[in-house]
Nanobody
Framework: DVQLQASGGGLVQAGGSLRLSCVVS????????IGWFRQAPGKEREAVSCLSIYDGSTYFVEDVKGRFTISRDNHKNLVYLQMDNLKPEDTTVYYCAAVPHRTVLATVAQEYDHWGQGTQVTVSS
């Protein structure tokens, strides 16, 4: 079974950077999709950035394009979300998720069946 553990959140000033890390217990599947999601209080969980290990395709929600990047380190079974030029509106809890045996990009929370615990990101103005 795939297990995930997210880390790297914290408090940063506007304009600063954070790198979230997600340890994925099994990245050697030929096809697996990894996603970073955010969920503000009272709102639905939303995809921030997703990665298809199968073909390398990526997705970014509009308001993080040009500021966030997603990458992986297969040797360490890690998926990163590099968050630059952070804004106060980026403040929320971020989650990593995975869906194995997936050959196409998954960008909706309901498509994912394995979730890590959340990590809080707080951006001060």
């Amino acid at each position: 079974d795939v297990q995930l553990q997210a880390s790297g959140g914290g408090l940063v000033q506007a304009g600063g950077s954070l790198r979230l890390s997600c340890v994925v217990s099994e990245l050697s599947f030929d096809a697996i999709a990894i996603g970073w999601f955010r969920q503000a209080p009272g709102k639905e969980r939303e995809a921030v950035s997703c990665l298809s290990i199968y073909d390398g395709s990526t997705y970014f929600v509009e308001d993080v394009k040009g500021r966030f990047t997603i990458s992986r380190d297969n040797h360490k079974n890690l998926v990163y979300l590099q968050m630059d030029n952070l804004k106060p509106e980026d403040t929320t809890v971020y989650y990593c998720a995975a869906v194995p045996h997936r050959t196409v990009l998954a960008t909706v929370a309901q498509e994912y069946d394995h979730w890590g615990q959340g990590t809080q990101v707080t951006v001060s103005s």
